[in-house]
């Protein structure tokens, strides 16, 4: 089993910034990805939107929707990664949900997700 924890989010005007975390603890495989997706109001029952991961072996991907304002970076010695969301816009509004996949078996686990609002 792998328990998530994100920390992170919170009130934010358009074209400031956050950063959110996210620790991975419990029995944690050799190969593994770890990401970021999110959903935003509204859009409970839609699949949530993927924004980027990193593999185990250090291989980061974004989404092509995320412009590059958003730059994931992981301390994997520790099990944690980060999300550095810059220029957001209110659209950038969401739950936003650490997910860790684990490729031993194949087991998918998710984080209670932190909220980022874009509001003036």
């Known amino acids: 089993q792998v328990q998530l924890a994100e920390s992170g989010g919170g009130l934010v005007q358009p074209g400031g910034s956050l950063r959110l975390s996210c620790a991975a603890s419990g029995t944690i495989p050799g190969s593994y990805r770890m990401g970021w997706y999110r959903q935003a109001p509204g859009k409970e029952g839609h699949e949530r939107q993927r924004v980027a991961h990193i593999s185990s072996d250090g291989h980061i991907n974004y989404s092509d929707s995320m412009n590059g304002r958003f730059t994931l970076s992981g301390d994997l010695a520790k099990n944690t990664i980060y999300l550095q969301m810059s220029g957001l816009q209110p659209e950038d509004t969401a739950v936003y949900y650490c997910?860790?996949?684990?490729?031993?078996?194949?087991?998918?686990?998710w984080g209670k997700g932190t909220l980022v609002t874009v509001s003036s």
């Open positions: 997910n860790f996949f684990s490729y031993l078996g194949y087991k998918e686990y």
